[in-house]
């Protein structure tokens, strides 16, 4: 079993549970509700950041956090959509004060967030959340065990591709608005909050893309990757801590 956008603690708790008894039940988590609470819904522009599942408490995201450090949790993934301000109030009604009337039924569900799932990620390592070793497992490892692209992706071996994120753990950055990233949105969620580590570089098999927040790559220099099944994930999850 495949669980994805796993928010809660209690979801959390199963699953390692779960993963302690040897059954093959794997999760992903995303990068807001790992930086994220239902805090944000608040304010005149809540509405901007409602998506599905929704954001959570501060206990979901600590036991979100631990399932992380414990490799329960497989693989970290972005939920990315972003709809822009008018995309996202397109169908609200506005009350008398003239301000939009908050209904989850009539916003676009989603917001902007691949480019911060690394960042996230860095911080919970400078914050004492989980380790290096446990980052690259959620990040590249257990995604491409799961999904069947070992020996293409997710680690450094002979005959994998040099896929490769250089990161300066001391290099601090607030997100002051849409403007410091590249994600095509006029806004984020994000805004406002503080990163410590952030990522320097990305060399795609061998080949330099992106440097100092820029991109330096070629149109075109996507590769399809054939997956496959892989037998003994699904039989058993006992290598997991490796």
Not at 51 to 65: I, V
Not at 75 to 102: N, Q, V, W, Y
Not at 193 to 200: I, M, R, T, V
Request: aromatic residues 10%; hydrophobic residues 35%; contains cysteine.
């Amino acid at each position: 079993m495949y669980i994805y956008h796993m928010s809660t603690k209690e979801g959390a708790q199963m699953l390692m549970d779960a993963q302690a008894e040897g059954r093959p039940v794997y999760a992903e988590t995303c990068a807001h509700y790992l930086r994220l609470t239902d805090e944000i819904f608040t304010g005149d522009d809540g509405y901007l950041n409602l998506l599905s599942p929704p954001l959570r408490k501060k206990e979901d995201q600590n036991k979100l956090w631990e399932a992380l450090s414990k490799k329960a949790i497989y693989c970290t993934g972005s939920d990315h959509a972003p709809f822009t301000i008018a995309e996202k109030s397109m169908r609200l009604e506005k009350g008398p004060d003239g301000k939009f009337i908050h209904d989850f039924t009539k916003v676009c569900n989603g917001a902007p967030g691949i480019e911060l799932k690394l960042p996230t990620l860095i911080n919970g390592v400078s914050e004492g959340k989980i380790t290096w070793e446990q980052l690259v497992f959620a990040n590249s490892y257990g995604a491409a065990k799961i999904f069947g692209m070992m020996g293409k992706k997710g680690e450094l071996t002979p005959g994998a591709d040099a896929d490769i994120v250089i990161v300066d753990p001391n290099k601090e950055k607030t997100i002051t608005g849409p403007e410091v990233l590249h994600m095509h949105c006029d806004h984020t969620p994000y805004k406002g909050l503080h990163f410590q580590g952030w990522p320097e570089m990305t060399i795609l098999r061998g080949k330099i893309i992106v440097k100092d927040d820029e991109w330096v790559g070629d149109k075109g220099d996507g590769e399809f990757v054939k997956r496959r099944i892989e037998p003994e994930v699904l039989k058993t999850s006992s290598w997991y801590k490796d």
